[in-house]
């Protein structure tokens, strides 16, 4: 059974710019949901999606975006990058039947410069 | 509204000595709680999972937690700290729906330190 998987591992862009980060949910697991991981800090909640719909957000601006895909793999989109934005960022999948479950990705580094 | 708070960022115990790290939460339904460990440049690894059946949950790697409603926590234990335990902890709360939306809030975590 393989895990669930993030790319890139570290990435570096400047403020202004746009970044996606793509995540491989676990085989079998049709909801993913997104985090942002601040130095020194918990993961904060960024979106779930669940068959490809978004189905829940926290409290991050538009610029935050994403996409499920029919083999529910997802994508985070982040635009006009700001200085803030630098983070450490996790997706997480779980199953439909235990959605309370979530398996964490590596994540990916994000620094903005 | 939901919320978690870890009582101490880092905590130190002795090799073999017990490990207690501190968890009240805070849900206005009833909750399902969490522990999560992280390591260092690694995502988070699920310990153990709170979701209102027994009050003592057994987890991985020896941990354990107990849901006391009436105090509002979900504290960590294990018995016996090892070398490999080092690592950071995150208490996390979640409200209890079966499918769908499920948000999950993590506290600000807990570093442990193990000295040998």
């Known amino acids: 059974e393989t895990g669930v998987t993030q790319s890139p591992t570290h990435l570096i862009k400047t403020r202004g710019q746009q970044v996606t980060l793509r995540c491989s949910s676990q085989s079998g697991h049709n909801t993913v949901s997104w985090y942002q991981q601040a130095l020194g800090q918990g993961p904060q909640f960024i979106f779930q999606y669940y068959r490809e719909e978004e189905n829940g957000r926290g409290n991050f601006p538009p610029r935050f975006s994403g996409l499920q895909f029919p083999n529910y793999s997802s994508e985070l989109n982040v635009n006009a990058l700001e200085l803030d934005d630098s983070a450490l960022y996790l997706c997480?999948?779980?199953?439909?039947?235990?959605?309370?479950?979530?398996?964490f990705g590596p994540g990916t580094r994000l620094t903005v410069l | 509204a939901q919320s978690v708070t870890q009582l101490g960022s880092h905590v130190s115990v002795s090799e073999g000595a017990l490990v207690l790290l501190r968890c009240n939460y805070s849900?206005?339904?009833?909750?399902?709680l969490f522990w999560y460990v992280q390591y260092p440049n690694q995502g988070l690894q699920l310990l153990l999972k709170?979701?209102?059946?027994?009050?003592l949950v057994k987890g991985i790697n020896g941990f354990e937690a107990e849901f006391k409603k009436s105090e509002t926590s979900f504290h960590l234990t294990k018995p016996s700290a090892h070398m490999s335990d080092a690592a950071e902890y995150f208490c996390a709360v979640s409200d209890q729906r079966s499918g769908g939306y499920q948000k999950v809030t993590f506290g600000t975590g807990t570093k442990l330190q193990v000295i040998p």
């Open positions: 709170y979701t209102s059946a027994a009050t």
């Open positions: 997480a999948s779980a199953s439909e039947r235990y959605t309370d479950t979530q398996y």
């Open positions: 849900s206005s339904v009833p909750p399902y």
